[in-house]
């Protein structure tokens, strides 16, 4: 069985698995985490018993990771978009289904950031800055980092993700998981990579899935 197909039979099963919490109809936004990812991601939340949730990037699955934390009773979500329509219909989408308890989105458009490589962008530095902070001060340190987010159409932008652990790594929790998408592009690759020389994580591809998951952090 050739890779595709292998994904595709893991996406159909993961479909199964996410029905009790895709009962409502969502559309598919740009850059959605495949069905087999979305499912890596619950599981990570359900096991691990993430409670503070940060995700670069967000869309349908984060109304279906939204719809999971209300449903168990505990967990915020706190995602950071660029697009501004799609940062507009997932927060409407949190608003009509009541959700705005557990999970936020922040709109922040890309600009220069220093921690970026090179001239790439990476999301508002102060808007940032800010949101976390609040998230982090309310909630507590963040203990899953989803990094679905942004894209570029910058020359050279491979590399955009890779400011997520530059800038956040100071509000991680002792033994948070870090979960990136797309992990099969040269460019993620790439970011996996300095990730791992820098800050000294070990990534693993779940099951299956495009999705790479750190083992914990010290």
């Not at 719809?67 to 608003?95: C, K, N, P």
Request: net charge negative; proline share 5%; hydrophobic share 50%.
């Amino acid at each position: 069985m050739d890779d595709a197909l292998a994904r595709d039979l893991a996406d159909l099963a993961a479909l199964v698995r996410l029905a009790p919490l895709t009962t409502d109809y969502l559309p598919n936004t740009a850059h959605e985490l495949r069905p087999a990812a979305l499912a890596a991601v619950v599981d990570e939340i359900v096991v691990g018993s993430r409670t503070v949730l940060v995700e670069c990037g967000c869309g349908s699955s984060s109304v279906i990771i939204a719809r999971l934390l209300a449903r168990r009773g505990f967990g915020h979500l706190l995602s950071i978009e660029h697009d501004e329509r799609t940062a507009a219909y997932v927060a409407s989408q949190l608003r009509r289904e009541s959700l705005g308890h557990v999970a936020r989105v922040v709109f922040a458009p890309l600009e220069k950031h220093p921690a970026a490589l090179g001239a790439l962008r990476w999301y508002a530095p102060r808007l940032v800055h800010d949101e976390v902070a609040a998230h982090v001060e309310r909630f507590g340190l963040v203990d899953l980092l989803l990094v679905d987010g942004p894209v570029s159409r910058d020359a050279g932008g491979e590399l955009v993700r890779y400011p997520a652990l530059p800038v956040l790594r100071g509000v991680l929790a002792p033994g948070a998981a870090v979960l990136a998408d797309d992990a099969g592009r040269p460019g993620e690759r790439a970011v996996l990579a300095r990730w791992s020389e820098e800050f000294g994580l070990r990534f693993r591809l779940a099951d299956r899935t495009l999705l790479a998951v750190a083992s914990a952090l010290a």
